[in-house]
């Protein structure tokens, strides 16, 4: 299937690893051009060397920085001329329940978590513009299976993922007249390195993720390329009338219909 990605431009936050990384790993096979920002020069580095220095730009880039949109969108247009979309992906917030977890975490979470994914898709809405029709571009937002089911021990994520689902929703509306779709993916449990980092602290390792498949309809967790093929996929025009959704990509683990 050609999802007529060749020549097209993405930018992806967070994308030095985990499922940001798989997903531009996606969308450069397919032939699209892709910025990708990470906190670290190092796993901004080594994500654009194995993504290939003539299909990747990297910018080292913290989302709560009120610059870092500007800086996504000029990187993009210097060095591949053009822009068509982005992922907007943040790393997971602490753990913790509601009782637990500290005011200045809260507060973190929200500049970062929160605030810039909210400034960054300000800035990509306006520096889209208006597309053609047929050509629409597409921003999705990375959020996490608690849009439909709190997580235990994750308060932060259980309190502002569902009003970035919520945002998601709405900015689609005011953006679907302009040409540019605007998606929300619903990851449940993945193989990242963050995950098999912790699952290694546990006593004892293979019960961990045996524990955690055990939860889960396919009874295994999910490898970051799966995702990355299906966000590529959403991001992708072959997917043109896609938006205002949210898409779980979690192996069945939320139980609601």
């Known amino acids: 299937m050609d999802l007529g990605l060749s020549d097209r431009v993405y930018v992806l936050t967070g ?29 901004v580095k080594a994500a654009v060397d194995a993504l290939g220095p003539e299909r990747a730009e990297g910018l080292v880039a913290d989302l709560g920085a009120p610059d870092t949109g500007d800086r996504l969108v000029a990187a993009a247009r210097t060095r591949f001329g053009r822009l068509d979309g982005a992922l907007i992906s943040v790393g997971g917030p602490p753990h913790g329940g509601v009782l637990d977890v500290a005011d200045e975490d809260w507060h973190a979470a929200f500049a970062t978590l929160f605030m810039g994914t909210v400034r960054l898709a300000r800035t990509l809405a306006a520096a889209l513009g208006e597309r053609p029709p047929g050509d629409a571009a597409a921003i999705g937002l990375v959020l996490s299976s608690s849009v439909r089911q709190p997580l235990s021990t994750l308060a932060i994520s259980n309190g502002f993922r569902p009003g970035l689902a919520g ?43 045996a524990d955690r498949s055990a939860t889960i309809p396919l009874r295994r967790m999910g490898r970051p390329e799966e995702f990355g093929r299906v966000a590529a996929f959403a991001l992708s025009p072959a997917a043109s009338y896609l938006t205002g959704t949210a898409l779980r990509i979690d192996g069945g683990v939320i139980t609601a219909i």
């Not at 790993?25 to 397919?30: G, I, K, V």
């Not at 953006?175 to 540019?180: A, Q, S, T, V």
Request: charged letters at 20%; a positive charge; aromatic letters at 4%.
């Open 15 to 43: 994308a030095s690893r985990g499922l940001g990384f798989a997903t531009a790993q996606a969308l450069a096979a397919d032939g699209a051009n892709v910025v990708v920002s990470g906190r670290t020069e190092a796993t």
């Open 167 to 209: 945002l998601a929703k709405d900015l689609s509306n005011q953006l679907g007249p302009k040409g540019i779709r605007v998606f929300s993916l619903l990851p449940g449990a993945f193989l990242t390195d963050r995950n098999l980092e912790l699952m290694a602290a546990a006593p004892d390792p293979a019960k961990a993720q």
